[in-house]
C-alpha cells in the first residue's frame, strides 16, 4: 500500500517540461524572435544568397528520387553528400514560398523557434528552471553563429537536423526516466531524420553518454543508456554505409594539424557570443570582457562549489560542448557551431546559479555580496549580449546585395562560372541580373574588373560601408568565426 500512495503522489506532482513551463518557453522563444526580428527587419528583404539560387527552388520527381540513392543536390555542385531529407525540404520550401523571399525567412524564423522551444523542453528535463533558459535563448539568439543561421535560406537543412538533434536527447531522457518503448522508438525515428539531413549527427552517440551523465541519477539506467547509446550508432552507421556505396565522393573526417586547429577555433568561438575573430578596439574590448567575466565565474566556483555533483554538471557540459564540436573535423563552418554554443552557453548558466546558491545559502552571508554578484552578472550578460548583437550586425552587413564578396559568390549561380550547370529558376536569375545591372556588372569583365579594383583600392569600397548604396567591402567576412 505504501508504494502504491507513493507512486499516486509521483503523478500527481507536475513533472518537469509539463503545463505552464512549456507554455511559457513558448511565450519566451516567440517574444526573443520578435526582439529579433525587430532590430533586423530589413534583413527580411534580402535576396536569395549564394547557394539557395540552385538549391531553394522545385524539384521534379525524378531528381526527388535520385537523392535517395544518390547526392543530395542533382546539380552536382555542393559537397558530395546523402542528405534526403535536406533534399525534400528545399523542394518544399522552393515549390510553397517560390520566389517570395520575405515567406521564405519567416520559415526561417519559425525553424529556429521550434529549435528554441523544444531546446527549452529539453533543459527542462536537465533541471534548467525558467530564468536559466530564458538566459540560454537570450545569449544564443544575440549571438553572431544565429545570425549566420538565420539569415542563409540554405542552412534551413542545418536548423531542422538541430531540432531532431534535440528532440532525440530529449526522447533519450523521458526513455531513461520513464522505460516506455514508444519514447525508444520515436528516440530512434529522431535521430534517423537527423542523421540522414546533416553529418553533424554523428556525434550524438558520444554526446548522449554525456547526457545521460547530467540527468538525475544516471547510474541507475545505465543498462537503458547503453541501449540507446547502441541503437543510435547503428543508426548512424547505416548511413554511413549507404553514404558510401552511394556517394563515394563524399568527405571524410580527417585529423591533420589545420582540421585539429580549426576545431580549436570552433571551440572558442562557441563560447563567445561575439565571435572569437575581432578586429578593431570596440570588438575586441567586448570579447576581453566576456572572457574576463568567464574567468571569474570558473574561480568563484572553484572556490565556492563543494559539491562534486554541481560541478559536474557545469564541467560535463562543457564537455558535451567540445563533443558537438568535433563536427569541424569534417568540413568546418563558422555556422556549424551551433549545437556547441548552446551547450556552452548552458553551461555558463549552470555556473552562474550555482555561485549565487553558493552565496546565498552560506552562513552569515552579507547582502552585499549578492548584491555585487547580481552585478556582476548583470554587467557580464549584457557584454556579452551586446557583443553579440553588435557581431550579428555585421553579419547581415556582410549579407547585403551591394556587399562586393557577396556579388562575388551570386554571381557563380547567376553567370554559370561553376563547372556544372546550376539549374536556376529563370525569374530568380533574372532578378539576380537586374540587381547586378544597377551595379554596372554585366558580364564576367565586369566582375574580374570589381574583384581587382577591390582587392588592389579597398578604401574606395570601405568608404561606402556606411551608406550601402553603392558596392562597399564589409567589415568582416560571412564566414569568419
Not at 536527447?169 to 539531413?197: E, P, Q, S
Not at 554538471?313 to 563533443?323: Q, S
Not at 556579452?384 to 556582410?398: C, P
Request: proline share 5%; with cysteine.
Amino acid at each position: 500500500m505504501p508504494d502504491i500512495e507513493m507512486e499516486t503522489v509521483r503523478r500527481k506532482v507536475p513533472q518537469p517540461g509539463q503545463g505552464r513551463d512549456v507554455c511559457d518557453i513558448a511565450v519566451l522563444a516567440v517574444g526573443l524572435l520578435l526582439i529579433w526580428s525587430g532590430l533586423f527587419l530589413s534583413t527580411y528583404h534580402y535576396p536569395f544568397y549564394w547557394d539557395d539560387f540552385h538549391q531553394i527552388r522545385p524539384y521534379s520527381w525524378d531528381e526527388l528520387l535520385w537523392t535517395l540513392h544518390g547526392w543530395s543536390d542533382p546539380d552536382k555542385i555542393e559537397t558530395p553528400a546523402f542528405r534526403p531529407p535536406a533534399a525534400f525540404l528545399f523542394a518544399i520550401q522552393g515549390s510553397i514560398f517560390g520566389e517570395n523571399i520575405v515567406s521564405q525567412r519567416i520559415f526561417m524564423i519559425v525553424l529556429m523557434g521550434i529549435l528554441l522551444f523544444v531546446l527549452g523542453v529539453f533543459l527542462l528535463e536537465l533541471r534548467c528552471d525558467l530564468f536559466q533558459i530564458g538566459v540560454v535563448f537570450t545569449l544564443f539568439v544575440f549571438s553572431r553563429v544565429f545570425a549566420s543561421l538565420n539569415l542563409w535560406v540554405t542552412l534551413g537543412s542545418l536548423i531542422l537536423c538541430y531540432i531532431f538533434m534535440v528532440l532525440t536527447g530529449y526522447l533519450f531522457l523521458l526513455w531513461i526516466k520513464h522505460r516506455h518503448i514508444l519514447h525508444l522508438f520515436l528516440m530512434f525515428v529522431c535521430a534517423a531524420v537527423a542523421v540522414f539531413t546533416r553529418e553533424e549527427t554523428y556525434v550524438l552517440p558520444f554526446a548522449l553518454p554525456l547526457v545521460w551523465s547530467l540527468s538525475p541519477r544516471p547510474w541507475r539506467a545505465w543498462r537503458r543508456m547503453l541501449v540507446a547509446v547502441l541503437g543510435v550508432l547503428a543508426v548512424a552507421g547505416v548511413h554511413l554505409a549507404l553514404r558510401r556505396i552511394f556517394v563515394p565522393e563524399a568527405p571524410s573526417p580527417d585529423f591533420t594539424i589545420l582540421k585539429l586547429k580549426m576545431l580549436l577555433i570552433s571551440i572558442k568561438s562557441s563560447w563567445v557570443p561575439g565571435g572569437v575573430m575581432t578586429i578593431g578596439f570596440a570588438d575586441s574590448l567586448m570579447a576581453a570582457l566576456w572572457i574576463g567575466f568567464l574567468m571569474g565565474l570558473a574561480v568563484m566556483i572553484a572556490r565556492l562549489s563543494r559539491s562534486r555533483v554541481h560541478v559536474w554538471r557545469i564541467v560535463g557540459t562543457c564537455f558535451l560542448g567540445c563533443v558537438l564540436s568535433v563536427s569541424a573535423l569534417g568540413i568546418p563552418r563558422s555556422f556549424g557551431i551551433g549545437m556547441s554554443t548552446l551547450a556552452f552557453m548552458t553551461a555558463v548558466v549552470i555556473a552562474v546559479a550555482e555561485v549565487w546558491r553558493q552565496i546565498a545559502s552560506a552562513k552569515h552571508s552579507h547582502k552585499w555580496r549578492q548584491y555585487a554578484f547580481v552585478g556582476y552578472v548583470i554587467l557580464g550578460l549584457a557584454v556579452g549580449i551586446t557583443g553579440g548583437i553588435r557581431r550579428s550586425m555585421y553579419v547581415a552587413e556582410s549579407l547585403h546585395q551591394n556587399c562586393v564578396p557577396r556579388v562575388e559568390d551570386d554571381a557563380q549561380c547567376i553567370f554559370n562560372l561553376r563547372e556544372r550547370y546550376a539549374t536556376v529558376p529563370e525569374e530568380r536569375r533574372e532578378a539576380g541580373r537586374t540587381r547586378f545591372a544597377a551595379l554596372g556588372i554585366y558580364n564576367t569583365r565586369d566582375l574580374d574588373r570589381l574583384d581587382e579594383d577591390s582587392r588592389e583600392h579597398p578604401e574606395r569600397f570601405e568608404r561606402n560601408r556606411q551608406t550601402r548604396e553603392g558596392l562597399f567591402l564589409p567589415k568582416y567576412d560571412y564566414l569568419s568565426y
